[in-house]
């Protein structure tokens, strides 16, 4: 084995072989020398023959490093580092997301822009190294870029946004009530991409496809009944109300639910309700429910 001082991080073999950090740690992934272990990487028995061992600092903890000739390795030397990366690729560094969700994250940064031709590279867009494409059997027009964006640190913080919703960090010594909180609002509150404080991820996750659909919406909405009953988001156009259904509903709230969807049958309310195992499915699900409802995305 190569003594330690002649190993590198796969941070510093990255560099050596001139790749993205992720692309690096997505191959390596593929090639089956690494595995995903709760939030840390571990070697496999192929990483560990192909020279992987680990190494503990006191201010990183333990990582992988490999040999240093590793970079000389064929399976590595065969990687073109130009190679460009689309909206669908992406999704393998951010598996709760589908490729139309990435592709309007990619439009609300100003990257690009969705026209009848499909999705059109923007002057920003350009900037950061996008090439405009066309599809050789649709003639669809779509965005390809270098597969250095998937370390740019715009892009991971609006996509991780996406894939698990962060907690508000309220303001020390704060003590004054918010009066736009829901009546109903218990313990820590998550952010939507537009700024609506919501209660659980689900509602964070349709919030931000609403979003990004460009679809204008409303949070705890009343419906229009003497008592005080809310929907979990209002769609002004279509008049669409929208309801999630968590995995584990409290006894109390249960007949609430209950009791609205009745109030929506007897009012004859368009409504749509999501359910806790729809959460990696949002694009088909809030797609197909509210084109029934003549509002396509």
Not at 162 to 179: H, N
Not at 191 to 205: E, Y
Not at 227 to 252: K, N, T
Request: charged share 20%; with cysteine.
């Amino acid at each position: 084995m190569p003594p330690e001082e002649n190993r590198l991080s796969t941070t510093a073999l990255a560099k050596k072989l001139n790749l993205p950090v992720q692309q690096l740690f997505g191959i390596l992934r593929d090639y089956g020398w690494i595995e995903r272990k709760q939030e840390n990487w571990a070697l496999t028995l192929k990483g560990e023959y192909e020279g992987g061992s680990y190494h503990t600092s006191k201010r990183y903890g333990s990582y992988i490093v490999w040999p240093e000739t590793l970079e000389q390795h064929p399976l590595l030397q065969a990687i073109e580092s130009n190679q460009r990366i689309t909206a669908a690729s992406l999704c393998r560094y951010y598996p709760h997301l589908h490729a139309r969700q990435i592709n309007r994250a990619l439009a609300e940064l100003g990257l690009q822009h969705h026209t009848l031709l499909g999705w059109e590279l923007t002057a920003l867009g350009k900037a950061w190294g996008g090439a405009q494409e066309e599809s050789s059997s649709s003639g669809a027009f779509y965005v390809t870029w270098p597969y250095e964006i998937v370390d740019n640190p715009v892009i991971h913080r609006e996509l991780s946004l996406q894939s698990t919703p962060v907690p508000i960090a309220e303001p020390a010594g704060e003590t004054e009530p918010d009066l736009f909180t829901a009546p109903d609002a218990a313990g820590e509150q998550l952010q939507g991409i537009d700024g609506h404080r919501l209660h659980t991820p689900l509602q964070v996750g349709v919030c931000n496809w609403l979003y990004l659909a460009q679809l204008a919406h409303a949070f705890h909405r009343a419906l229009p009944t003497p008592e005080p009953v809310y929907a979990d988001f209002y769609l002004p156009a279509g008049h669409i109300y929208i309801d999630c259904w968590e995995s584990d509903v409290a006894a109390g709230q249960l007949s609430g639910k209950f009791r609205k969807r009745e109030l929506y049958k007897q009012l004859q309310l368009r409504h749509l309700e999501i359910d806790a195992g729809d959460s990696d499915k949002l694009d088909e699900v809030l797609g197909r429910g509210l084109l029934a409802f003549g509002i396509r995305c």
